[in-house]
């Protein structure tokens, strides 16, 4: 069974920087896909970053250059480097990854909050 450990949430200030690893445990295959969506009060979880294997990244918009994923595939840990943080970033972050074989599974998510 899949397991993730994110960490790296927290209170930060406008124009502040966190950085969230997750870490994948419990698959004997490859996780094909490993990333991170985020959820704000009141509104739809969406996608912020994904990077593949082959080392290919899904981005969203608003990330606008301000944030990087990368991972390490040896230790299973995906890497959101968040810089430039505004309020608006303030939201449930959770970690996403999709096995070779199997269903994606969801981490429990962590909070970041970005206010002075």
């Known amino acids: 069974q899949v397991q993730l450990v994110e960490s790296g949430g927290g209170l930060v200030q406008p124009g502040g920087s966190l950085r969230l690893p997750c870490a994948a445990s419990?698959?004997?295959?490859?996780?094909?896909?490993m990333g991170w969506y985020r959820q704000a009060p009141g509104k739809q979880r969406e996608l912020v970053a994904t990077?593949?294997?082959?080392?290919?990244?899904n981005l969203a918009d608003f990330v606008s250059g301000r944030f990087t994923i990368s991972r390490d595939y040896a230790e299973n840990t995906v890497y959101l480097q968040m810089n430039n943080l505004k309020p608006e970033d303030t939201a449930v972050y959770y970690c996403y990854v999709v096995p070779d074989y199997g269903d994606g599974v969801w981490g429990q998510g962590t909070q970041v909050t970005v206010s002075s």
């Open positions: 990077m593949s294997t082959s080392g290919r990244t």
């Open positions: 419990g698959s004997i295959f490859r996780f094909a896909v």
